[in-house]
């Protein structure tokens, strides 16, 4: 079995098309569909469905992808020792971050990072499915390590350290009753309509916790994804909304309120996997973060 072989299947897994999989392997769809033959034939097992349409994992695929990752990674790993002995450091690394990792500075970690190694490539990614999927893209091998959200026990699979902590905070219009009363409490928030984030935010996890365990419900209408979106809705007066303390400032035409809840705590974590040694370049940038973080 070449790494060859396992580098054309992650592509054509991670893209789900053979066109777009070659595009970024700069390699001929042909080759790519010779080698995925190729790999099935050792292997005794269709890795892909394939039609006119789609291209889905079958099973065994599945199966597969996280040990190809892995065995990619180990490979790259040891390239890049060999690489950091001899002429610094080198290769590639993937973070996932959320929309906002509050005070943790991770431009400025970036910019430190690239200066000391500007022969590594960083590609930076926030994902549409939030803190649970970056959790899954780490532990898949996607990704080396990501900035995330998780209240409760972290998912197995994963390690994780704090780098950051920071309450909560709610947003209202200027003219909504609770603007002047300087705190709220979860029950009267229980009564408003709620501008939120979707599930498998960090954010949403943590305030639906703090209400559950209140043993209140609570009204969300509108799913967003980004602050300014949840700004233009709460300053229209549509509904209320729980933002990191640091975030608040930002979102113009709002009113901050204090929230009289311990439980709407936002904790920031940076997650790696626990069955594959972060490289050279996770480790130094791990470094980095943690001292922005101290």
Not at 208 to 231: H, I, K, M, P, W
């Amino acid at each position: 079995m070449e790494l060859r072989h396992l580098e054309y299947f992650v592509a054509v897994a991670e893209e789900l098309s053979f066109t777009r999989a070659s595009r970024r392997l700069h390699v001929v769809q042909s080759g790519v569909s010779s080698a995925i033959r190729g790999l099935e034939r050792e292997l005794g097992a269709a890795l892909f469905y394939r039609d006119r349409h789609k291209v889905t994992l079958t099973e065994a695929g599945q199966a597969l992808l996280p040990e190809a990752r892995a065995t990619l990674a180990a490979a790259r790993a040891a390239a890049e020792a060999v690489a950091e002995a001899t002429a610094g450091l080198r290769g590639t690394l993937s973070i996932g971050t959320m929309l906002t990792a509050g005070p943790v500075d991770v431009a400025a970690a970036l910019g430190q990072f690239h200066e000391k190694h500007p022969a590594v490539l960083v590609r930076l990614r926030a994902l549409a499915g939030g803190s649970e999927e970056l959790a899954r893209e780490v532990i898949g091998g996607a990704l080396d390590l990501a900035l995330l959200s998780l209240p409760g026990k972290a998912p197995a699979g994963l390690a994780v350290r704090p780098l950051a902590h920071e309450p909560l905070v709610l947003v209202c219009a200027a003219d909504h009753p609770l603007a002047g009363t300087g705190q709220a409490t979860l029950e009267a928030l229980a009564e408003e309509t709620f501008v939120d984030y979707p599930a498998g935010w960090g954010i949403r996890a943590v305030v639906d916790r703090a209400f559950a365990a209140a043993g209140l419900e609570r009204q969300v209408s509108f799913e967003v994804s980004e602050y300014r979106t949840a700004a233009g809705l709460v300053r229209g007066g549509l509904g209320v909304a729980l933002v990191p303390a640091s975030a608040a400032p930002a979102m113009e035409g709002v009113t901050a309120v204090r929230v009289a809840a311990a439980s709407l705590g936002w904790q920031i974590l940076v997650a790696t996997s626990v069955t594959r040694r972060p490289s050279a370049a996770a480790r130094a940038f791990l470094a980095d973060l943690a001292a922005a973080s101290a």
